[in-house]
Structures are given as structure tokens and as C-alpha cells.
């Protein structure tokens, strides 16, 4: 039988403290259900993991440009303590091609090419977007037009000289209109929707750990959440339960709801913009007993 969660590591990023709307609201919580939390650093080698019934990723987001020495880290964390999300949750949706996985589930998807180091992109008509596979906050993330293609070639070569695989995808003209829909989910089951807009460069590039957003709150249509919930729901069966997800759905151009992103590392969960108790429906979880560790 697992203990009842009682010291829970709080894991950010050096860059991003006092950047995390969530965590105001979320310490609270976890206050509330009277559990004690140290907001920590993920690189931060004077903390002892092991004095941690529970380490929870929460604003690590600067992970993407320190990968290697960020999956070192997880692999260390997982051998003294518990991680939240587990780390083959974790290292699943590090990288977007999931969304292959996805597709051939049944899932939507946002329409998709893979563009693998060593191959040549070739743009869709219109405009489109150019993203690696690995990244957060749209940090390498640009959009382009016919008339931008020789940028856009430039943009993947840059990504291929990392060693990324990078994703292409039409601008989808539902965006500027409706923006993005995250859906919320704790242990498994809705909890709550928002409202996005993202601010993502023209032929440009994101210099800080995100891009600018617009956000508000949002109530959920039935068919949102359905589409969602497929998606958690094959996460669940390939894995286990994520104790949290963030599932980004957007409109393809047929009007059809479609998962954008996965997100089970470090996701925003817009609780400023949710229903009060939204954030201790999180506590509610994160201090919870769980099976295994």
C-alpha cells in the first residue's frame, strides 16, 4: 500500500520562476490539503530527491534546449522517488511524432509531414508552420507563406543540423479566427477547457522560454472533449494513467475538431482560467496513492 503523498517536490526551471500562473493557485491547494511542497529546480544538484515522497513536473521549460542532461536527470529522480508524470509518459510526449501514433489510432491530428534529418521539405500552398519535433512554449516554432519558402528551408536545415526531425503543417485558417482549445484532464477524466491564442512568429523566431499568449476561459463542447479524451485514453493504454494531460485541439479546415499537441511534461493547466476548484481537484491528485511506487 502506498503512503499518503506527504512532502511533494514542486519542479521548475530557473527561468521560469514567477512565470507559472498555475502555481499560485496549485500551491494553495496542495496547502490545503495540507501537504508540504518545496518549489525546486530540476537542476538544482544540492536538492535531495530522495527526501521526496513525490516530485511533480511542473515549469521545467527549459528542458527542450538541455535534453540530454534533462532525460539524465529523469532517469536519476526515478530511482529514488516517484515521478509525476512517470517518465515513460514523460519521454513519449518529448517528442511530437506521437502524433503518427495518434493518427493511426483513429485519433484527428493536425495534418502532418515528418521531415526527418537528410530529407528535403517540401511546403504546402498557403501558408504553413515549421516546428521540431522536441520543443515547448513554440520556441523554434515559425510560421511562413509561398512567398517565405527559401526562410522556411533555411529554418529546417537549422533544426536538422540539431539532429531534429521537424514537423510541417498548413496553417490551419481556423487559428487566427478561434485559436487554440486546450483540454484539461486530471487522473485520466476531464477537469477543464481554455482558450488560447498564440502569438507565433512570421519567418521569425521565439527568443524567450515561450511565445506570447492570449488566454480566457472556454466551456467545452461534448465532441471536444470526445476527441480528447481518445487521445488520453490511448496515452492510458499504452502507458498507464497520466496523472495530468493537456490535450491542444484546434479546427483542420473541414471544421473538424483535431489534437494539435499532446502535452504530459510541463504543461500550462490554465487554472486561472478554470472553475475555482480546479486546482484542488489537481491537489486532489497529486497527493493521492497511486499503484506501483
Same mark, same amino acid.
Given at each position: @500500500?502506498?503512503?499518503?503523498?506527504? /512532502?511533494? *517536490?514542486?519542479?521548475?526551471?530557473?527561468?521560469?520562476?514567477? /512565470?507559472?500562473?498555475?502555481? #499560485? %493557485?496549485?500551491?494553495?491547494?496542495?496547502?490545503?490539503?495540507?501537504?508540504?511542497?518545496?518549489?525546486?529546480?530540476?537542476?538544482?544538484?544540492?536538492?535531495?530527491?530522495?527526501?521526496?515522497?513525490?516530485?511533480?513536473?511542473?515549469?521545467?521549460?527549459?528542458?527542450? !534546449? /538541455?535534453?540530454?542532461?534533462?532525460?539524465?536527470?529523469?532517469?536519476?529522480?526515478?530511482? +529514488?522517488?516517484?515521478?509525476?508524470?512517470?517518465? !515513460?509518459?514523460?519521454?513519449?510526449?518529448?517528442?511530437?511524432?506521437?502524433?503518427?501514433?495518434?493518427?493511426?489510432?483513429?485519433?484527428?491530428?493536425?495534418? =502532418?509531414?515528418?521531415?526527418?534529418?537528410?530529407?528535403?521539405?517540401?511546403? #504546402?500552398?498557403?501558408?504553413?508552420?515549421?516546428?521540431?519535433?522536441?520543443?515547448?512554449?513554440?520556441?523554434?516554432?515559425?510560421?511562413?507563406?509561398?512567398?517565405?519558402?527559401?526562410?522556411?528551408?533555411?529554418?529546417?536545415? $537549422?533544426?536538422?543540423?540539431?539532429?531534429?526531425?521537424?514537423?510541417?503543417?498548413?496553417?490551419?485558417?481556423? &487559428?487566427?479566427?478561434?485559436?487554440?482549445?486546450? @483540454?484539461?484532464?486530471?487522473?485520466?477524466?476531464?477537469?477543464?477547457?481554455?482558450?488560447?491564442?498564440?502569438?507565433?512568429?512570421?519567418?521569425?523566431?521565439?527568443?524567450?522560454?515561450?511565445?506570447?499568449?492570449?488566454?480566457?476561459?472556454?466551456?467545452?463542447?461534448?465532441?471536444?472533449?470526445? &476527441?480528447?479524451?481518445?487521445?488520453?485514453?490511448? &496515452?492510458?493504454?499504452?502507458?498507464?494513467?497520466? =496523472?495530468?494531460?493537456?490535450?491542444?485541439? +484546434?479546427?483542420?479546415?473541414?471544421?473538424?475538431?483535431?489534437?494539435?499537441?499532446?502535452?504530459?511534461?510541463?504543461?500550462?493547466?490554465? %487554472? #486561472?482560467?478554470?472553475?475555482?476548484?480546479?486546482?484542488?481537484?489537481? *491537489?486532489?491528485?497529486?497527493?493521492?496513492? $497511486?499503484?506501483? /511506487?
Amino acid at each position: @500500500m502506498v503512503n499518503e503523498i506527504g /512532502r511533494l *517536490a514542486w519542479v521548475t526551471a530557473r527561468e521560469a520562476r514567477g /512565470r507559472d500562473d498555475d502555481e #499560485p %493557485l496549485a500551491l494553495a491547494a496542495l496547502g490545503r490539503a495540507r501537504a508540504a511542497v518545496d518549489v525546486v529546480d530540476w537542476d538544482d544538484r544540492s536538492v535531495d530527491w530522495a527526501a521526496y515522497d513525490r516530485v511533480v513536473l511542473r515549469s521545467t521549460w527549459d528542458y527542450p !534546449q /538541455r535534453l540530454a542532461e534533462f532525460l539524465t536527470w529523469l532517469d536519476e529522480v526515478t530511482q +529514488v522517488t516517484e515521478l509525476v508524470n512517470p517518465p !515513460q509518459l514523460v519521454r513519449w510526449s518529448l517528442d511530437k511524432r506521437y502524433l503518427a501514433e495518434l493518427e493511426a489510432a483513429g485519433v484527428p491530428i493536425t495534418p =502532418t509531414v515528418f521531415v526527418e534529418p537528410g530529407s528535403t521539405a517540401e511546403f #504546402p500552398d498557403g501558408d504553413f508552420v515549421v516546428k521540431p519535433s522536441v520543443g515547448a512554449g513554440s520556441r523554434d516554432a515559425a510560421s511562413y507563406g509561398t512567398e517565405d519558402h527559401a526562410a522556411a528551408a533555411a529554418h529546417v536545415a $537549422r533544426l536538422h543540423a540539431d539532429g531534429q526531425v521537424v514537423l510541417v503543417q498548413p496553417f490551419l485558417k481556423s &487559428v487566427p479566427v478561434d485559436g487554440e482549445w486546450p @483540454m484539461v484532464f486530471f487522473d485520466g477524466r476531464f477537469s477543464h477547457a481554455a482558450s488560447k491564442r498564440v502569438d507565433l512568429p512570421r519567418a521569425g523566431a521565439v527568443d524567450d522560454l515561450f511565445a506570447v499568449e492570449t488566454n480566457a476561459a472556454h466551456t467545452a463542447a461534448q465532441d471536444q472533449i470526445e &476527441v480528447a479524451q481518445a487521445a488520453v485514453d490511448l &496515452v492510458t493504454s499504452r502507458f498507464g494513467t497520466p =496523472t495530468y494531460a493537456r490535450i491542444d485541439l +484546434v479546427r483542420d479546415n473541414d471544421g473538424r475538431y483535431c489534437v494539435l499537441e499532446v502535452e504530459l511534461v510541463e504543461p500550462s493547466l490554465f %487554472l #486561472p482560467q478554470a472553475d475555482p476548484a480546479a486546482a484542488d481537484r489537481l *491537489a486532489a491528485v497529486l497527493t493521492s496513492p $497511486r499503484d506501483g /511506487r
